[in-house]
């Protein structure tokens, strides 16, 4: 069986990955259903009976969630034996165009667009909306999707203050659906981490997710602080996105943004990639092996959310969570200044 532990505050047990969901939505590519769910029978085949998935109403604009409730349907798949994490803040709409206006040029062959609904009605219509998709399978966890790109959007500082206001309003429906008994924890996903500080002084969160901001190349001394604090203080933390968007694994996008060597910033990137992989090959080490145990060994760190792209890939880093790496190879990074002397490696 595999192994797992208390998340946090929120009475679950979850492995040490969390599978994500974005490609059965259609990220980049379309793919049949049966395969979509040959791959959610292998996330569940290797880490049943406490297999975890992260989802969001975003995805394919709601693509992702359709897909999980009718694979789990057909899998015969008991609710009380999967645990859902599903993040909130966009509803389906009807598709005008020939492809969605949230993402353009991102879902491939999706039958609707979505829409942004963050406030107090707007999240339980998101909750209400993703139990409908999921065939009513109740995610235990939910959040706030991408605060941070939300306040972003303000035009200038009253506005942003308004929207801070919407996501605290999204928090008190939240926190009003925990005390009904209808989830298990309520908590944050962002890619710019400094918005979760901000969050968490005025709302009581159980549990948050960090993406692409804690990887083995971008781990910021205030961020390893702040993950210190929650985890004193017992909030479970998923870290997601520890290949920051591909990159760190050979791919030509960093946190989903193209990478030429056309600026200094990103000739610097590239420099540190091929160092990187020059460690990684010397030890015998797969790129992604090494981000994967990184990603797991920050002190309060619950699982990795890794992508569920293919079957193979999904063994592989299935595999990855369960081999640490020998203390050589980190001592390595830190000579060649790849990483942080940081004391927990």
Not at 22 to 31: E, F, K, Q
Not at 116 to 138: A, M, P, T
Not at 185 to 208: E, F, N, T
Request: charged share 20%.
């Amino acid at each position: 069986m595999v192994e797992t532990a208390a998340f946090g505050k929120t009475g679950l047990m979850i492995p040490s990955i969390v599978f994500g969901s974005s490609d059965l939505g259609n990220l980049y590519r379309a793919m049949p259903l049966e395969e979509k769910c040959g791959i959610i029978k292998k996330c569940l085949d290797l880490t049943a009976p406490n297999t975890v998935f992260d989802s969001a109403g975003k995805y394919g604009a709601g693509l992702a969630l359709e897909v999980l409730g009718e694979c789990l349907h057909q899998l015969e798949i008991p609710a009380d034996k999967i645990v859902i994490s599903n993040k909130l803040g966009w509803v389906r709409s009807p598709l005008i165009g020939p492809e969605p206006t949230f993402e353009p040029g991102v879902w491939k062959d999706i039958s609707h667009d979505a829409v942004q609904r963050i406030s107090y009605d707007g999240i339980l219509e998101c909750f209400e909306e993703g139990n409908q998709l999921l065939k009513h399978y109740v995610p235990q966890l939910v959040s706030v999707h991408d605060p941070d790109e939300y306040l972003a959007a303000a035009k200038d500082t009253a506005e942003e203050e308004r929207r801070f206001e919407d996501i605290l309003e999204a928090y008190r429906a939240l926190h009003d659906l925990k005390k009904q008994g209808l989830i298990a924890g309520i908590g944050v996903g962002a890619k710019d981490w400094r918005v979760i500080p901000r969050i968490y002084d005025q709302v009581d969160l159980d549990w948050v997710m960090i993406a692409n901001s804690l990887t083995v190349y971008h781990h910021p001394q205030p961020l390893l602080d702040f993950i210190e604090q929650l985890r004193v203080q017992q909030v479970g933390i998923i870290n997601a996105a520890v290949f920051q968007g591909g990159f760190l694994v050979g791919g030509d996008h960093f946190n989903y943004l193209p990478i030429r060597p056309d600026t200094p910033e990103n000739i610097a990137l590239l420099n540190w990639r091929k160092s990187f992989f020059d460690v990684c090959q010397s030890f015998g080490i797969v790129p992604s092996h090494a981000c994967i145990q990184f990603g797991l060994s920050v002190p309060g760190v619950s699982s990795v959310a890794l992508s569920t792209a293919d079957q193979d890939k999904v063994a592989e880093n299935f595999r990855a969570t369960r081999e640490p790496i020998s203390p050589e190879f980190w001592e390595e990074m830190k000579n060649r200044k790849l990483i942080s002397n940081i004391s927990f490696l």
